[in-house]
């Protein structure tokens, strides 16, 4: 299911004809649910390019060893074959080492790992990865303090587009 944005500069000309359109005739014979569901199927239409996104509330369930809800990876290169490495068992300090897997048949990228801590702080890492190989990062980094106890959630996204392309997580 697409994700609407808010009504900003992605409405261009179709809201502003529609919104003169109402504002200056005498009527248009359409209810304003109506006329919310033509705006947003414009946004939609005219947002074909924009690349698929996690939902904000996505978080990884310890028990589950899953993401809920899970990242959408329909457009991902490689049909969402990408595998990912983090700690299984509680950690007691870090840093945790965090990996990646692509699938052979895409081509190298870089990947941005966002890590959302129990706090909801967010911290963001990048590196490359190569077909078949696996890519790992160290969180935190050296330097940043003691990361709280509770459970992480990592989102792994293409950097250029934002494209989301797995998660995962773990429990300090």
């Known amino acids: 299911m697409p ?26 014979g359409y209810t304003p649910d ?41 457009e991902v290169p490689g049909e969402g074959a990408w595998r990912t490495e983090a700690p299984r068992a509680d950690v007691e300090e870090g ?9 052979d048949d895409v081509d190298p990228a870089p990947v941005t790992v966002t890590v959302r801590t129990p706090d909801d702080d967010v911290h963001t890492l990048e590196t490359d990865t190569a077909p078949g190989e696996w890519s790992h990062v160290r969180y935190p980094e050296q330097g940043e303090g003691g990361p709280p106890p509770g459970v992480y959630t990592v989102l792994w996204s293409e950097s250029t587009t934002g494209t989301p392309l797995t998660c995962d997580g773990f429990e300090m």
């Not at 109506?34 to 028990?63: K, Y």
């Open 3 to 28: 994700t609407l944005t808010p009504l900003s500069g992605r409405l261009g000309a179709t809201a502003v004809l529609l919104l003169t359109t109402v504002a200056c005739g005498g009527g248009h």
């Open 34 to 74: 109506e006329l919310d569901a033509m705006i947003a199927d414009s946004v939609r239409a005219s947002d074909t390019d924009a690349a698929p996104t996690a939902p904000p509330e996505t978080v990884f369930d310890p028990g589950l060893l899953l993401c809920v809800p899970a990242v959408d990876t329909a």
């Open 95 to 103: 840093p945790v080492e965090l990996g990646i897997l692509p699938p």
